[in-house]
């Protein structure tokens, strides 16, 4: 499956941006899907997960409240809205696919198998 990360740009702090996550290849509808993003500098981390069905979901403790990961099966899409950015929220933004069809969705990068090339989110204070 590949997927296509688009969405990023520059924001105000404060502001809101919305993430899009496009799969093809095949149907995404039974992989839990997340968010990571990477800072300059720094590792990649965790932000969002969701299971397969839509109906769990898990975040980051920084951007619980803030950020809401969706999927549209129908569309083999997955979303990430963004809202009070913060500086500390720039980064590259990245989807991957977790082939397990887990009630729980994985917060652990190693179980994701697809990744997609990201798309910089830069937040200015």
């Known amino acids: 499956v590949q997927l296509q990360a688009s969405g990023g740009g520059l924001v105000q702090a404060g502001g809101s941006l919305g993430l899009s996550c496009a799969a093809s290849g095949r149907t995404i509808s039974n992989y839990g899907m997340g968010w990571f993003r990477q800072a300059p500098g720094k590792e990649r981390e965790f932000v969002a997960t969701?299971?397969?069905?839509?109906?769990?979901?898990d975040y980051a403790d920084p951007v619980k409240g803030r950020f809401t990961i969706s999927r549209d099966n129908a569309r083999n899409t997955v979303s990430l809205q963004m809202n009070s950015l913060k500086a500390e929220d720039t980064a590259v933004y990245y989807c991957a696919a977790d082939v397990g069809r887990r009630t729980s969705p994985t917060t652990s990068m190693s179980r994701y198998d697809y990744w997609g090339q990201g798309t910089l989110v830069t937040v200015s204070s």
């Open positions: 969701i299971n397969w069905s839509g109906s769990n979901t």
